[in-house]
Nanobody, 128 residues
């Protein structure tokens, strides 16, 4: 399984972007998925995560109230709507998928070790 992330770009301070991440194979199982980001010379950190059914979501404190994670029911496609962007949001954004059937009904996972499948990353740059 490969993930395809898209939607990154250059935006001004206060602007918006919407990221998309799609798994190429359609499946009836709804895997847990998440967005992480990595700024230059910094560690990769969680941004937002969503449960397999999409009913439970979690956000990092730095993006809470500004970003929204969502998914299309029945498909392994997630989105990250990013509003009120700030220069400190500048990073490469990665989507990730937990491909374990046993965790599809669990709460969203926030640790990198929970996710076995990763996308290639999409650059988000916010200018001041």
């Amino acid at each position: 399984v490969q993930l395809q992330a898209s939607g990154g770009g250059l935006v001004q301070d206060g602007g918006s972007l919407k990221l998309s991440c799609e798994a190429p194979e359609s499946t009836f199982r709804r895997y847990r998925m998440a967005w992480f980001r990595q700024a230059p010379a910094k560690e990769r950190v969680i941004v937002a995560a969503i449960s397999g059914r999409g009913t439970s979501k979690t956000y990092s404190e730095s993006v809470k109230g500004r970003f929204t994670i969502s998914r299309i029911n029945g498909q392994n496609t997630i989105y990250l709507q990013m509003n009120s962007l700030k220069p400190e949001d500048t990073a490469v954004y990665y989507c990730a998928l937990d491909d374990r059937v046993s965790t599809t009904n669990n709460a969203p996972a926030t640790h990198m070790s929970e996710y076995a499948i990763w996308g290639q990353g999409t650059q988000v740059t916010v200018s001041s």
